[in-house]
Antibody
Framework: QVQLVQSESELKKPGASVKISCKAS????????MNWVRQAPGQGLEWMGW????????TYAQGFTGRFVFSLDTSVSTAYLQISSLKAEDTAVYFC????????????WGQGTLVTVSS | QSVLTQPPSASGTPGQRVTISCSGS????????VYWYQQLPGTAPKLLID???QRPSGVPDRFSGSKSDTSASLAISGLRSEDEADYYC???????????FGGGTKLTVL
């Protein structure tokens, strides 16, 4: 069965970096793009962008350029989200989600990774 | 401020029918499919309605979606306590070149 398993919660200080993993299983990893979605505490869903798992080419949504980097290790069917120069407002749950169509239709989601940025 | 507009809350009693609206524009709902997600407390979103009105496998037929011009609706009939969740609409936005979400509607089953 299809599963996306994300890394555990992280507590980071402002200015630090964090790298979240999303390990896929149960399907051919490179057949589906992977989306990243942010949900700040008590807030709605925000599409961060996606990565073409076949080519490794990332696409970032407005507001998620510069400090956010999507990457892959196809040998272990894993997608990564790295955030640098963390700020308090980066505190959120980050989800990876398998793409069916243009980032709007996502049929399988990771369980989410809470990143807390606090001094 | 979300690109798609949803009411922040909705409620109903068990067995009732409730609808949740989603308003957009010509650059998103007006020319693209609408999708609906259900997010139970403390869990990841789940795709509830695909391409305006299609239910993925396993989604009960109590859930239905519709779209007209630049608006869409999610209807839930035979409301059950386990339907208590946040519901989000989503659509591709041609101007922003990416998906946009509504702010979410918290459904309470009284």
């Amino acid at each position: 069965q299809v599963q996306l398993v994300q890394s555990e919660s992280e507590l980071k200080k402002p200015g630090a970096s964090v790298k979240i993993s999303c390990k896929a299983s149960g399907y051919n990893f490179i057949s589906y793009a992977m989306n990243w979605v942010r949900q700040a505490p008590g807030q709605g869903l925000e599409w961060m962008g996606w990565i073409d798992t076949n080519t490794g080419n990332p696409t970032y949504a407005q507001g998620f350029t510069g400090r956010f980097v999507f990457s892959l290790d196809t040998s272990v069917s894993t997608a990564y989200l790295q955030i640098s120069s963390l700020k308090a407002e980066d505190t959120a749950v980050y989800f990876c989600a398998r793409d069916l169509s243009l980032g709007v239709s996502c049929d399988f989601w990771g369980q989410g990774t809470l990143v807390t940025v606090s001094s | 401020q979300s690109v798609l507009t949803q009411p922040p809350s909705a409620s109903g009693t068990p067995g009732q029918r409730v609808t949740i609206s989603c308003s957009g524009s010509s650059s998103n709902i007006g020319r693209n499919y609408v999708y609906w997600y259900q997010q139970l407390p403390g869990t990841a979103p789940k795709l509830l309605i695909d391409r305006n009105d299609q239910r993925p496998s396993g989604v009960p037929d109590r859930f239905s979606g519709s779209k007209s011009d630049t608006s869409a609706s999610l209807a839930i009939s035979g409301l059950r306590s386990e339907d208590e969740a946040d519901y989000y609409c989503a659509a591709y936005d041609d101007g922003l070149n990416g998906p946009v979400f509504g702010g979410g509607t918290k459904l309470t089953v009284l």
